[in-house]
């Protein structure tokens, strides 16, 4: 059902706690070091106990993992509709509406490791900048895709696309170039 899960990176896929997971370390470290010196201190008469407080931080932990896996796959819910809503667009074309659904998408995912979707999205709104003749944010979008996921083809297309189309040539080839080299390469690495 979920399109866009399998493509997840296997660190899972937000990192928007990033910053709070120093402090969660810490407080996850300070509360083993305090159930560590719990135990030194009480000897070995609170072996039932620490087994019941190890027990219990494993089902908080348990709680916690579930709670995430839900947060994670309505973000992926919501990724999914407003992309389909921005192909559709697309499609239609009703260019500037399909920029804006993957902008939000963008937005939805700006702390997301999933290095592909962010890739697929912001190629996808390079094609719509490109279809209202926007093309130093189609240029933009595309290195920026190539810098998060370097062998997405796609983007290299689009941005020499959009260099030929203001008039860079020279970079427009040297993109050319390497698309067509890639493609070499995964050909040679298909046979």
Do not use: W
């Not at 920029?99 to 697929?120: C, E, P, Q, T, W």
């Amino acid at each position: 059902e979920y399109t866009f899960n399998t493509t997840f990176d296997s660190g899972l896929i937000i990192s928007d706690d990033s910053d709070d997971d120093e402090g969660n370390n810490d407080s996850s470290s300070s509360a083993s070091q305090d159930f560590g010196n719990s135990s030194s201190s009480s000897g070995s008469d609170d072996g039932e106990e620490e087994e019941e407080e190890e027990e219990s931080k494993l089902v908080i932990s348990d709680q916690m993992i579930k709670k995430r896996l839900c947060e994670l796959m309505s973000l992926v819910d919501i990724v999914q509709k407003l992309k389909t809503k921005g192909d559709a667009a697309f499609r239609d074309g009703k260019f500037h509406a399909a920029h804006g659904f993957y902008s939000k998408a963008l937005d939805r995912i700006l702390n997301v490791k999933n290095r592909h979707m962010r890739a697929v999205l912001l190629c996808n709104r390079a094609a719509s900048c490109m279809s209202f003749h926007g093309y130093e944010e189609a240029i933009e979008d595309c290195s920026t895709a190539l810098n998060i996921a370097p062998y997405y083809n796609k983007a290299l297309l689009r941005r020499a696309r959009s260099f030929v189309m203001l008039g860079k040539y020279q970079a427009a080839l040297s993109d050319f170039h390497s698309y067509l080299k890639e493609i070499k390469e995964n050909e040679k690495d298909e046979s």
